[in-house]
């Protein structure tokens, strides 16, 4: 087992422990999708891709693409960002999130 696997299974488990939400401890991305309309997403690394139709978002190890029409930037904070239009499909890319 890699020393980066050992480290993410120890976080978990301290995670666990103290009872501190996994997206804090172990620096995932936090999704909140309202019907097909928003994307609430904490936890992001910055906008690597943004059209109308993508908006692809840097997380902690990957990437995560929005797919649809209209999409614009609501919000964008350096924790969390609102992403508003017809959300077709989220797609995860790289890394084990």
């Known amino acids: ?8 299974k120890v976080k978990r488990q301290f995670s666990e422990i103290l009872e501190i ?8 991305p936090k999704i ?11 936890n992001h690394r910055g906008i690597t891709e943004y059209t109308p139709e ?3 978002i840097a997380v902690g ?13 609501r ?5 969390e ?9 989220i797609v995860f890319l790289g890394g084990k999130l």
């Open 61 to 73: 190890e990957g990437e995560i693409e929005i797919v649809g029409e209209g999409l614009q930037l």
């Open 75 to 79: 919000s964008i904070l350096p924790e």
């Open 21 to 28: 939400p996994g997206e804090v401890m172990l620096d995932l």
């Open 32 to 42: 909140v999708l309202v019907g097909n309309l928003q994307v609430f997403l904490e």
């Open 54 to 56: 993508l908006v692809r």
């Open 1 to 8: 087992m890699a020393w980066r696997d050992v480290k993410k």
């Open 81 to 89: 960002m609102c992403v508003e239009g017809r959300i077709d499909s």
